[in-house]
């Protein structure tokens, strides 16, 4: 069984368009985050959310929002497209609190804004 | 903001060698993890540590967090062809209610067979 996954896989779409990408996780985590990864490969944190708290990056655009329906799903909304959302996008999740903290990922979402 | 600095950038080694990468930081961390990707893929966590001085192993690789809390160490003895990719450190401190996963900006492993 996949632990986190995301859909859709790969995400090719016009600039200006709407488009939101999904996450599950059936580790039972309280928390769960989306990373941006650029094409130098750094992985960046963009949001962590759990029914508490979302904390947001300070520097994701307000065109980036996320969406949580229940304790397993963190879904990723992105408005007005543009040419430099065009990354890797991935989604993780962790147990909120206690000593383990670590991290699971998903296989990634490549958008591609043309 | 933390930092984490993650050597070397890249290693291209021989089939069989040894390899050792680590991260170092000038902040504190409570939790070292090393993740290593494969192309088109997520990350994938090989080892976690939780305490200064922790050497832990899973299999051919060994890691260690800093007795300082301020680096940590991952090695692959035996290199395999399979064990090719880039390999990320991870720190996370506990600040605030969900803490702050920091990433190294990884290591690329190339092994000729």
């Known amino acids: 069984d996949t632990a986190v996954s995301q859909t859709p896989k790969y995400l090719v779409t016009q600039m200006g368009n709407d488009k939101s990408i999904k996450c599950e996780q059936n580790?039972?985590?309280?928390?769960m985050y989306w990373y941006k990864q650029d094409s130098k490969k750094f992985l960046k944190i963009m949001f962590s959310?759990?029914?508490?708290?979302?904390?947001i990056n300070e520097t994701v655009p307000n065109r980036f929002s996320p969406k949580s329906p229940d304790k397993a799903h963190l879904n990723l909304h992105i408005n007005s497209l543009e040419l430099g959302d065009s990354a890797v996008y991935f989604c993780a999740s962790s147990h909120a609190y206690g000593g383990e903290k670590t991290q699971y990922f998903g296989p990634g979402t490549r958008l591609l804004v043309l | 903001g933390q930092q984490l600095n993650q050597s070397p950038q890249s290693m291209f080694i021989q089939e069989g060698e040894d390899v050792s990468m680590n991260c170092t930081s000038s902040s504190i961390f409570n939790t070292w993890l090393w993740y290593k990707q494969d192309p088109g893929e997520g990350p994938v966590l090989l080892i976690a540590?939780?305490?200064?001085?922790e050497l832990t192993s899973n299999g051919r690789l060994t890691a260690q967090f800093g007795i300082t809390r301020k680096d940590s160490f991952l090695n692959i003895s035996a290199s395999i062809p399979s064990d090719v990719g880039i390999y990320f450190c991870a720190g996370l401190s506990y600040g605030g209610s969900q803490g702050n996963l920091i990433f190294g900006k990884g290591t690329k492993l190339s092994v000729k067979p």
């Open positions: 959310y759990n029914n508490k708290e979302l904390i």
């Open positions: 580790l039972g985590h309280d928390t």
């Open positions: 540590l939780y305490k200064a001085g």
